[in-house]
């Protein structure tokens, strides 16, 4: 991620001059290095103008700046890991489940060998907590959490 002090030249986007640019542009081409660009809110909590940042797969070139920020550079940039890569299935290792054993406990990150990003988790995490109701409450007929099931899987 790039991020940057003022906004996207309007005209790199077929906008006239002075024409504000969207809040959000996402690039759906896969040949584009660029992911997206975005309005990133204003910086350390201040109502100073907003910073702009610019999502891509590798650093991105000056040329790709100077066509979407002419004469800025950027302010900062880092790898932000928010893409995921995924793998078919004979790439990846074995797959976990989320209930581990038969007495309660259960792995969030289950799903992570096969896609790992933050709404990934957070599906993950839910799943346990519903696995760790119905373990709670003896309603594991519910679930695949049976100790059969869990025995099976392993």
């Known amino acids: 991620a790039s991020f940057f ?4 030249d309007p005209q790199a986007f077929g906008l006239e001059p ?13 040949a584009d290095v660029l992911n997206s660009i975005g309005e990133h809110g204003p ?3 201040t109502e100073e103008p907003t ?3 610019l999502f891509s797969q590798d650093v991105p070139s000056r040329e790709i700046v100077d066509k979407f ?5 950027p302010t900062s ?3 932000w890991h928010a893409y995921p890569d995924y793998m078919d299935a004979s790439q990846r290792s074995r797959v976990i489940p989320f209930a581990v ?7 969030c990150n289950a799903m992570e060998s096969v896609a790992s990003c933050m709404e990934v988790v957070a599906v993950g995490a839910k799943n346990c907590v519903l696995l ?20 099976q899987a392993l």
Do not use: I, M, R
């Open 101 to 107: 054993d038969g007495d309660g406990l259960f792995y």
């Open 132 to 151: 760790a109701e119905h373990y709670v409450h003896g309603t594991s007929e519910l679930t695949d959490a049976s100790p059969e099931a869990v025995a």
């Open 43 to 45: 910086v350390n909590g």
């Open 5 to 8: 002090s003022e906004a996207p």
């Open 51 to 53: 910073a702009w940042k």
């Open 18 to 30: 002075g024409t504000s640019c969207p809040g959000t542009v996402l690039f759906l081409d896969t």
């Open 77 to 79: 940039t880092c790898d």
């Open 69 to 73: 920020f002419p004469g800025q550079a």
